[in-house]
């Protein structure tokens, strides 16, 4: 503090800043950028292991042996849907009451916003089934979720045929302590998600859904099962849930505990774990899964219905069982036993789980990097921004201080004073203009849906897509209304003022995201950075106006789609990226008004008007 | 099929005359009722009621203030439960219907009720002396899927894996009822074996109710086989029926998310297709959850059911919520007391919600496992149901024991108390391991760097030129050197 206090150290240090400014953000973000590659090598990536001492140390014995129930069930499913075209309630709820649950249906409608074109509806109406088995000597206080969503098509019917062969054998045991619901969703997570609001009784995205006749109590986690064959080769366990949000790392142990006790291939983003660890491979590999869950985490989306049960403080994940060409295939029997272990485990919890990660990033299914170790990789990007801040803050200070110091003309503060006011005012319309630009993204898509198709040979769904780009467009002729308004008397001031406060809005935003989705938060950070910094008025404009462009919030959407594909060995040709980008842009707009994700108001109502605020010093005049 | 439910232990001392007739002195009574359920279940209830004179102090009259609620949400049921119980029989499980309780099968149940009620009763109708009686009632409900494999036919031998072989000496009176209502007409549905010798009719809960009964005082029933093995079958056995909804049932929760508020919903069922009748509704919450009073909502068949409304309309009963009593809670001392007289409309569901804030505990008040949650109790309704058969007034003394646990007041309808189920509500949690401790000690070294920090931004300096000054002042420190005082 003496450092800092002291004018003389003060102005030397001040003067170090200013000089060493360029090298110390080159530094910095290089730093930033080398941490998060060297997560994935080992002494920063853990073996994971389990906390929870409930889960820990005693072992169960898997006595699952309804493969043959769990077939037949699954054909009678799959035929009963055939016929009726739509989950076949009765007879669900026939079956369950067979195998001995308590029973309830629950009916919900949802009209989206806009038709979804991807999953081919608008007017979604459909019927939850659910069962639930008491516990014997338990109080209903507490319960376990298996669930099973059901698409348009008869998709996911081995998937019901295991959840009923469970429920019966489940059924027979005596040592349930929590009760364990059966449910089965129709429309996907549509239903999961409106189940989940009827369960807990609240209505967050205008769901109209009928009220919930049976409750099991406090819900302590959720497995939900997606099945389409028979056999299958390998199972994938998926974590990512609405908004970032991640189940308890000790979830994801006790699933790679019964993979590894009943031999089964478990596979984290499609990818086997690497064996060897020492060599370059198998890091390598690791940065390969762990940047897949980094874009998936980022994407804001729930990859499974797991992902709606995380915000109401469930702990849950998504087993996806794969078939391909492998030679080794599994039956139901081990995929049941797995899940038979799981859940007497989960039942032998006291405690909800708490005692491990909920901030992690997963190189492999047993490995995994901590919150702590992870941070300092965005914090040094975040850096970056913090010194430009700082160097802008000090030029705009000595702007004002100089000629006081130099010349010592006459009445300096005053002049000061009202340079700074000038300054200030001349920030107001900048920024209005962009957070309303930014509104109006918010809004209007959606909103003039319906005059678009009047007007124009499109689609509903069309139209907002084309309307974002449009307004988002729109937003980028931004600096040539504004200049006219502003009057600038020192020309310099008015841009460094501008990006001074652009910088710290920026990083705000960055840091706050950072701290609940971090993959998010390191994605936006490691593209907008380096254009935010180097943006000035003057210099080489068309190359800072390309790179600005291009870590633009909807380029680096689509940069993503791309990398996205690359990473899954599927590449994307130009055309194919551009549909799927459009596609995106729709489903991330149907998410938010659906689910409630939050990752299109962040980008519209903060990130993209703070990047058209960089936009307005690059043509600054 | 009903969950087990914790063992709420309700001692309840009521200090006032309650029957009229002459009792014989120091006698026993006891006897096992079983009912198989429409799922197939079947549910036994034991009864034992032990009666003795004594001189214990007692007051005039019955005094509100000495009468005291106390509930234990949550009670693990186990052997430890039952092992005192059984001892306070005269018997205790050598002979008689206690030998049925054998632990290992009683636990195996998917319900499991046990409860010992205590209370003076007056010997002559001036109520001049008293006995006491201590009347002990068991009840569990035999899950058909997992103790009978699937099978709905029952013996006592395969429910408690034992018979019996004697009557308890000391009973004045030792009894087996089976119910057997739906099928007495048509006697192609089910056997049972031993056939009856008698049988007893009687109106319970409202319904009417035949009964197989089989006394173990009468030594015919013994000597034939030296046990008696009750075995039920049934001939055509009952199709999956809906089974009957009662009048009366409830059903709590706690809806919303995350950890600051929530709200409690209780919600009262009255499926009479005609009738409506008031209900009592005794909440106590826990001081930790914060309850908004303002918040309490009352709504039946969509419309808010609230006093003012129906009252302003019609002044005279039935008002839909005449009486409410609320005592609010004192932080560690008390908990919240809310008391509620309401009017379910018939064939109705009618939703009581109240909202709540958590409460941050001191870290020292936290269980050890708090993460598991804290349990909120279970609401308690009181209710005249109406009858669909009415009843006769009965001789208490005379009839079942069984029976008088449902009182009836004026034939019409009878008394019923519901629990709701307990809840369990999570309060925002501290995590109480190393990382707690390092975010104390990084926000004290935060909160410590930005005091300073926030100065420096704050303040702008000036270097002072070290100035000589005036001729006064040059003085004035002349005079002050002498003096012996600092300069200016």
């Known amino acids: 503090m003496g450092l800092l206090s002291d004018p003389v150290r003060r ?550 789609l791309f990398l996205w594909r690359e990473l899954q060995e599927m590449p994307l040709s130009l055309a194919e990226g551009w549909q799927l980008f459009l596609s995106a842009l729709a489903q991330g707009v149907l998410e938010h008004h659906t689910y409630g994700a939050l990752l299109f108001p962040l980008l519209a109502l903060g990130l993209y008007p703070c990047w058209l605020l960089f936009w307005n010093v690059l043509f600054w005049k | 099929m009903v969950a087990a439910r914790p063992l709420a232990l309700l001692v309840l001392l009521l200090l006032g005359p309650v029957g009229q007739a002459e009792h014989p002195r120091d006698s026993f009574r006891e006897e096992l009722v079983v009912t198989p359920l429409p799922s197939g279940d079947v549910a036994a209830t034991f009864q034992f009621r032990t009666r003795w004179d004594t001189e214990l102090q007692r007051e005039g009259d019955t005094d509100h203030y000495f009468l005291r609620y106390a509930v234990l949400p949550r009670e693990v049921v186990c052997t430890e439960n039952l092992t005192p119980w059984k001892k306070l029989l005269p018997c205790s499980s050598k002979a008689g219907l206690s030998v049925l309780l054998k632990a290992d099968r009683l636990f195996h149940t998917s319900y499991h009720s046990q409860a010992v009620h205590i209370r003076p009763i007056c010997r002559n109708a001036h109520c001049t002396s008293i006995s006491w009686e201590l009347r002990q009632t068991l009840s569990v409900v035999f899950d058909a899927f997992v103790t009978g494999q699937g099978k709905k036919d029952w013996s006592l031998f395969r429910m408690f894996s034992r018979t019996l072989t004697e009557p308890c000496p000391l009973a004045s009176e030792s009894r087996v009822y089976v119910d057997i209502t739906s099928y007495s007409q048509d006697n192609k549905t089910l056997e049972v074996n031993p056939p009856p010798t008698t049988t007893y009719q009687d109106v319970i809960l409202g319904t009417q109710k035949t009964y197989a009964v089989y006394d173990l005082l009468n030594t015919a029933m013994i000597n034939n086989s030296r046990n008696l093995n009750l075995q039920l079958k049934w001939k055509r056995p009952p199709e999956n029926e809906t089974p009957p909804v009662p009048f009366l049932h409830a059903q709590r929760y706690v809806s919303g998310y995350g950890l600051q508020k929530g709200e409690l919903s209780t919600l009262l069922y009255n499926t009479h297709p005609y009738r409506a009748f008031p209900v009592l509704l005794l909440d106590t919450v826990p001081w930790y959850l914060r309850l908004y009073v303002h918040t309490l909502t009352i709504t039946s068949k969509g419309k808010e059911n609230k006093p003012s409304e129906e009252l302003s309309r019609k002044p005279d009963p039935p008002r839909s919520l005449c009486y409410i009593h609320y005592q609010p809670a004192q932080d560690r001392r008390q908990p919240h007391l809310l008391e509620m007289l309401i009017q379910l409309p018939a064939h109705s569901v009618t939703k009581v919600s109240i909202q709540f804030e958590r409460a941050l505990l001191k870290w020292t008040e936290y269980t050890p496992d708090p993460n598991h949650g804290f349990y909120v109790s279970p609401s308690v309704l009181s209710a005249l149901v109406p009858s669909l058969v009415a009843a006769k007034q009965v001789d208490w003394e005379g009839s079942p024991l069984f029976n008088t646990l449902f009182p009836v007041s004026d034939g019409s309808s009878h008394f019923i108390r519901l629990y709701t189920e307990p809840l369990l509500v999570n309060l925002p949690t501290p995590d109480f391991s190393m990382p707690y401790n390092v975010i104390c000690l990084t926000c004290t070294v935060v909160a410590v760097c930005y005091g300073s920090f926030y100065n420096l931004l704050t303040r702008t300096f000036h270097i002072e030129e070290p100035s000589t000054g005036g001729l006064a002042k040059r003085l004035a420190n002349l005079i002050r050197r002498a003096r012996g005082v600092p300069p200016l």
Request: charged share 15%; aromatic share 8%.
């Open chain 1, 11 to 560: 102005r030397a240090l001040a003067r170090l800043v200013l000089r060493l400014n360029a090298p110390l953000c080159l530094l910095s973000y290089v730093a930033g950028i080398a941490w998060f590659l060297a997560l994935a090598f080992p002494p920063l990536t853990q073996r994971t292991y389990m906390s929870e001492n409930a889960m820990g140390s005693t072992m169960v014995e898997e006595q699952f042996v309804g493969g043959e129930r769990a077939r037949v069930f699954a054909r009678d499913f799959a035929a009963y849907r055939r016929k009726s075209g739509a989950l076949p309630v009765a007879w669900l709820e026939r079956t369950m009451r067979s195998v001995g649950l308590e029973v309830y249906t629950q009916s919900f409608s949802r009209k989206l916003p806009f038709p979804d074109e991807t999953h081919e509806r608008y007017m979604v109406s459909g019927t939850n089934v659910y069962g639930i088995l008491r516990a014997l000597r338990a109080a209903s206080t507490e319960s376990l979720v298996l669930t099973v969503p059901c698409g348009p098509d008869s998709t996911n019917s081995q998937a019901v045929g295991l959840l009923l062969a469970l429920a019966a054998h489940f059924r027979g045991q005596i040592y349930w302590a929590k009760d364990i619901i059966f449910l089965v969703t129709e429309h996907d997570l549509l239903g999961t998600e409106a189940w989940l609001e009827a369960y807990h009784d609240v209505n967050v995205t205008g769901m109209q859904s009928s009220f919930l006749q049976g409750r099991a109590g406090a819900i302590q986690a959720a497995v939900a099962l997606e099945l389409s064959s028979d056999v299958v080769t390998s199972l994938d366990v998926i974590v990512e849930g609405l908004n970032g949000q991640l189940p308890n790392l000790d979830l994801l142990n006790l699933f790679q505990t019964f993979c590894q006790k009943g031999g089964l291939l478990c596979t984290l983003q499609g990818k086997l774990q690497p064996q060897d660890w020492t060599s370059l491979d198998g890091p390598l590999q690791g940065l390969q899964t762990l940047l897949l869950m980094v874009l998936r985490q980022a994407s804001g989306r729930s990859h499974g219905p797991h992902g709606l049960f995380l915000r109401y403080g469930v702990e849950a994940l998504t087993l996806r069982g794969i078939n391909s060409f492998r030679q080794y295939k599994y039956d139901l029997v081990a995929v049941g036993k797995a899940l038979e272990g799981m859940f007497r485990k989960l039942n032998h919890l006291l405690e909800r789980l708490h005692q491990s990660f909920f901030f992690y990033l997963l190189p492999a299914l047993s490995r995994f990097v901590s919150i702590g170790l992870y941070m300092p990789a965005a914090g040094f990007l975040l850096l970056v921004l913090g010194l430009k801040a700082l160097e802008l803050w000090m030029q705009l200070h000595e702007a004002g201080v100089g000629p006081e110091e130099g010349g010592g003309s006459p009445g300096p503060s005053s002049s000061l004073l009202s340079a700074q006011g000038v300054g200030l005012a001349s920030l107001v319309a900048p920024l209005l203009i962009s957070q309303a630009v930014g509104l109006a993204l918010y809004i209007l898509p959606v909103l003039g849906q319906h005059v678009a198709t009047q007007h124009f040979p499109v689609s509903e769904s069309e139209a907002v897509v084309l309307t974002l780009l449009a307004i988002y467009a729109a937003g980028l002729a931004l600096p040539h209304n504004t200049h006219r308004v502003v009057t600038t008397q020192a020309p310099d001031r008015g841009w460094m003022a501008l990006k001074l406060v652009a910088l710290i809005y920026l990083a705000l935003q960055l840091g706050c995201i950072t701290l609940t989705n971090f993959s998010l938060g390191f994605l936006l950070a490691a593209t907008m950075v380096p254009a935010a910094v180097l943006t000035k008025p003057h210099g080489p404009r068309p190359l800072y106006a390309a790179l600005l462009v291009l870590t633009s919030p909807a380029a680096v959407l689509l940069g993503s």
